[in-house]
């Protein structure tokens, strides 16, 4: 066990400190004043990746409240203290075949597609992003601050989803010990990296976080990435992907050189439950949804959706840069629930917004 605890720290010293010391290539990041660009920030990633569960249906937002302490305990035993007794809960060759290798496409083997998308790509892409944003804002040791940034989120992602379970716990295992620090040495390579930002053009579509009252509450979070690959011999049309919490497939419409329109459907995490208790394994329940996109130079700058939640029905957000206020920039966020919930908030460029949410 010592040897696999020295291996990993190896491994992460070494990915992480690939890009510590040379300069940067901008492929993600744009300082941009307007749109999702203009809302990147380490504080915004990390409220937007470390709770990504809480755009669940249900979900205690109350971040003060959480139970960090177990969340942490659970994460360090099954991840560092006994992985391999934790994958022995349901055996290795379903752990790989789930969590690890592309082979099981029905709702209950199908763990390893958020890991491919959030864990392996988004989270490389987040690594490179802020590697260029620390580098951008002139801090040393860019490569190093990015990874730390990456490492916590990843980190408080698995204690805050862990809430207060504890015993065996196969989902942190593949995140962090493979997914993660795989999706930092992918992207540390330029020609991939410049694969999803030119070819894919892969842009950050995060929401705008909020910290909503009288409850305290953390309200429209979550990361986004949106891809999109233009239709050969036709300068108006994309294909378009967007991947989180919502997977869309649509088309985006190019209206002019810098401004686009995208018709998005497809499906959404509702709730999640338990389909294995020996190592609490997870699925999620998958509602439709769909959206209308404006982007700026992929930067985008408002978006409505609508899906079969209850908690946030139908999600209104307008970035920074649409409707300024006193000539600060500023955005604003809505949702509607089936339930009868209802929030609204206001936000500053690169700032924490301040809502209400009630019924």
Not at 121 to 145: P, S
Not at 237 to 259: C, D, K, P, T, V
Not at 321 to 330: K, L, M, N, P, S
Request: net charge negative.
């Amino acid at each position: 066990m010592r040897s696999l605890r020295c291996t990993i720290v190896l491994l992460l010293i070494a990915v992480f400190g690939l890009h510590a010391q040379t300069d940067t290539t901008y492929l993600f990041y744009r300082p941009y004043d307007y749109g999702s660009m203009s809302m990147v920030s380490p504080w915004n990633v990390v409220l937007n990746g470390s709770y990504d569960v809480l755009q669940l249906d249900g979900k205690n937002r109350r971040i003060a409240e959480l139970p960090y302490g177990k969340g942490l305990h659970n994460v360090w035993d099954n991840v560092v203290r006994h992985p391999g007794a934790t994958i022995s809960q349901i055996g290795w060759w379903k752990f790989l075949r789930t969590e690890v290798l592309p082979l099981t496409f029905n709702v209950d083997g199908g763990q390893w597609l958020p890991n491919y998308q959030l864990h392996l790509i988004g989270g490389g892409m987040t690594y490179r992003l802020l590697q260029e944003w620390y580098h951008y804002h002139g801090v040393d040791g860019a490569g190093w601050w990015a990874a730390g940034t990456v490492a916590a989120y990843h980190i408080l992602n698995e204690m805050v989803e862990a809430e207060d379970y504890e015993g065996y716990n196969t989902d942190p295992i593949a995140d962090i010990l493979l997914f993660d620090w795989l999706g930092v040495l992918l992207f540390s390579n330029d020609d991939v990296a410049r694969f999803f930002a030119e070819d894919l053009q892969m842009s950050d579509w995060s929401n705008l976080p909020m910290i909503t009252f009288p409850g305290g509450e953390l309200g429209n979070n979550g990361l986004y990435y949106a891809l999109k690959w233009d239709v050969p011999k036709n300068n108006r049309w994309s294909l378009f992907y967007l991947m989180g919490m919502s997977n869309m497939l649509g088309a985006s419409y190019h209206i002019n050189a810098e401004h686009s329109v995208t018709l998005a459907a497809g499906a959404r995490g509702k709730d999640l439950f338990v389909i294995d208790g020996r190592a609490r394994v997870l699925t999620t329940e998958l509602v439709p949804t769909g959206g209308i996109y404006w982007d700026r130079n992929n930067s985008l700058m408002a978006s409505l959706t609508a899906s079969g939640q209850s908690d946030q029905s139908v999600i209104l957000q307008v970035y920074p840069g649409v409707a300024d206020i006193f000539g600060a920039r500023t955005g604003f966020w809505a949702t509607w629930g089936t339930s009868g919930t209802m929030g609204i908030g206001i936000t500053l460029q690169q700032a924490i917004g301040v809502g209400y949410r009630g019924r």
